[in-house]
């Protein structure tokens, strides 16, 4: 075990990656994010990777065009 917050390693450059902060929840890796994004354990998550098929779908195959307001 590594304490992040002692001061060898804060001012070590090889090791202090690990001092920086996370933000888990931002980038979906909490268990509640990897739910929601369609991960998990099993023959069926395999498939999904990283979200939704029928979103990645409709995200790749329709054209947004700016609206003049």
């Not at 354990?41 to 990645?56: D, N, W």
Request: charged share 30%; net charge positive.
């Amino acid at each position: 075990m590594v304490d992040p917050n002692h001061n060898a390693i804060r001012n070590d450059r090889k090791i202090n990656f690990i001092c920086e902060k996370k933000h888990r929840e931002m980038r979906g890796l909490t268990s509640a994010g990897r739910r929601s994004r369609g991960l998990g354990k099993g023959i069926g998550y395999g498939h999904v990777k990283g979200g939704s098929q029928r979103a990645a779908w409709r995200r790749n195959n329709t054209l947004l065009l700016k609206k003049f307001r």
